[in-house]
Structures are given as structure tokens and as C-alpha cells.
Nanobody, 117 residues
Framework: QVQLVESGGGTVQPGGSLTLSCVASKNIFSDYDMAWYRQAPGKQREWVAKLSHRLETEYADSVKGRFTISRDYAKNMVFLFMKSLKYEDTAVYYC???????????WGQGTQVTVSS
């Protein structure tokens, strides 16, 4: 079992920046691909960014060029740096881990990001 805990959410003005963090209860980066998802009110959870165990990154078109996913292997942490934030980025952001050898998937509890003037 893996626990994921997100932090770093908050309220930011349009055009602002924010960095989300996700710490895993153990080092899983060799066996799991990591990703960030988000869920806005009344909408389904959507994928935002992915960081594979091979350090390959992918981004949803809506955040490409504005968001950056990265990790700190030694600290078991994954980050999502967000810049040029827009109102439509408002959502609860979730950290997720997907096993590359298994079908296991783990989620964090989420952290709220609100973009508001």
C-alpha cells in the first residue's frame, strides 16, 4: 500500500503561479508512473500531467507550456509547477500513482486550487 499526500494548494490571482507537492510513503518511482489529475466542480476528474518512471513527461493540451511536472527521487516527492494560471484551472488537484507492472493505482486526498481575482 502506498500513501500519497498532496499540499501546496491555495488561492491565487489569474496569471499567478503555484507549486503543488505530493509526497509518497515510500520510494515508488521505479515501479510507478506518477501523474496529476484535477476535478472541477460538476465535472469529471481529468488528467493533467504525467511523469513516467523513465522521466518522460506528458501534458494535457489545456496546460501545456504552463505546467511542469517533476520529482525529487530522494525525497519521494512529485511536484506540479503551475504558472499563468487561469480561472478554468480552479479544481481539486490529485496526485496519482499507476503501477507499471501491476494494475495498482493510488490516489492522494487532493488539494484545492482556486484562481480568483
Amino acid at each position: 500500500q502506498v500513501q500519497l499526500v498532496e499540499s501546496g494548494g491555495g488561492t491565487v490571482q489569474p496569471g499567478g503561479s503555484l507549486t503543488l507537492s505530493c509526497v509518497a510513503s515510500k520510494n515508488i518511482f521505479s515501479d510507478y508512473d506518477m501523474a496529476w489529475y484535477r476535478q472541477a466542480p460538476g465535472k469529471q476528474r481529468e488528467w493533467v500531467a504525467k511523469l513516467s518512471h523513465r522521466l518522460e513527461t506528458e501534458y494535457a493540451d489545456s496546460v501545456k507550456g504552463r505546467f511542469t511536472i517533476s520529482r525529487d527521487y530522494a525525497k519521494n516527492m512529485v511536484f506540479l509547477f503551475m504558472k499563468s494560471l487561469k480561472y478554468e484551472d480552479t479544481a481539486v488537484y490529485y496526485c496519482g500513482a499507476q503501477g507499471i507492472y501491476t494494475n495498482e493505482r493510488f490516489w492522494g486526498q487532493g488539494t484545492q486550487v482556486t484562481v480568483s481575482s
